[in-house]
């Protein structure tokens, strides 16, 4: 099976490149199934809107993934309480509302995603993202034929040792949340493919899909500024990965780039 993994996608205009451009990419590449990261597709740049949802889903999205803007845009709870498709980190405490994985049946094959976040740079009061995948994976492991893994982190460290602590375990573990692709995409030595970040589908001529007038001036300046996202030249960053759904194995991932 070939799936389709989009990085971070901003703002409107990320959401609209979708739009316009998902369908004629899945039928390209022949791709069975799609997992997107959409903690930055509202309007403003953060959390994910009932509108963004509805084109997304629409238009060949399968999965949502979050993660720490999951709940900036109050549209996520009732989008959690119409079952959709979307996740949010697993490791966040359980008093928050939403799954951190969840299981589809595609084609007769079971997919399972799992979602977790780091906590090097991020949120260290969160439960250990090593520890909750150990957790998820006893459960579905026997019911299951591939997994997925977002793991929504900054630092290039923990996202390796999350990739190697699970190779062979997990179909794929992706990074998601700084908006710069790698190029460090590789399937590990026991068939997991890991790449440690997606990138984007964003602006590409932004800093992270914010006006880079914007950043440019809070560090000549030192102080904060109002974020505005810049839905201009937008481009899809992600990764498409073969998967051998006998084996749950991955047997190649290649970077996306798309303008």
């Known amino acids: 099976m070939k799936f389709l993994l989009i990085g971070d996608i901003v703002g409107s205009g990320g959401v609209e490149y979708l739009k316009t451009h998902l369908n004629s990419i899945r039928n390209m590449n022949g ?25 997304m889903y629409s238009c060949g999205v399968d999965i949502f993934t979050m993660g720490n803007h999951t709940y900036n845009n109050k549209d996520v709870y009732s989008l959690f309480d119409q079952d959709c498709p979307i996740i949010r980190p697993a490791n966040l405490p359980s008093v928050n509302q939403g799954e ?17 976040m780091g906590r090097v740079f991020m949120n260290d009061l969160i439960d250990c993202p090593f520890k909750k995948a150990d957790e998820i994976i006893e459960k579905v492991k026997d019911e299951t034929d591939i997994i997925l893994v977002d793991f929504h982190a900054e630092a290039t460290s923990e996202k390796l040792a999350m990739g190697f602590y699970l190779d062979g375990r997990v179909s794929a573990v992706f990074g998601t949340h700084t908006h710069v692709q790698t190029a460090d995409q590789r399937v590990l030595e026991n068939g997991t493919a890991y790449i440690t970040d997606l ?12 006006k880079k007038e914007i950043i440019i001036k809070k560090f000549l300046s030192g102080v904060n500024q109002y974020h ?3 839905n201009d030249s937008i ?18 991932i290649e970077l996306v780039n798309m303008e």
């Open 31 to 55: 791709i069975d199934f799609v997992v997107a990261n959409a903690e930055n597709s509202s309007n403003v740049g953060k959390g994910i809107s009932k509108e963004a949802y509805e084109t």
């Open 228 to 230: 505005s996202v810049d």
């Open 235 to 252: 481009s899809l960053n992600g990764a498409i990965v073969d998967i051998d759904q006998s084996t749950g194995k991955a047997t190649n």
């Open 100 to 116: 951190g994985y969840i299981t589809v049946d595609i084609f007769g094959t079971k997919i399972t995603v799992i979602n977790l």
């Open 199 to 210: 990138g984007m589908t964003g602006c590409k001529n932004s800093v992270l899909g914010v």
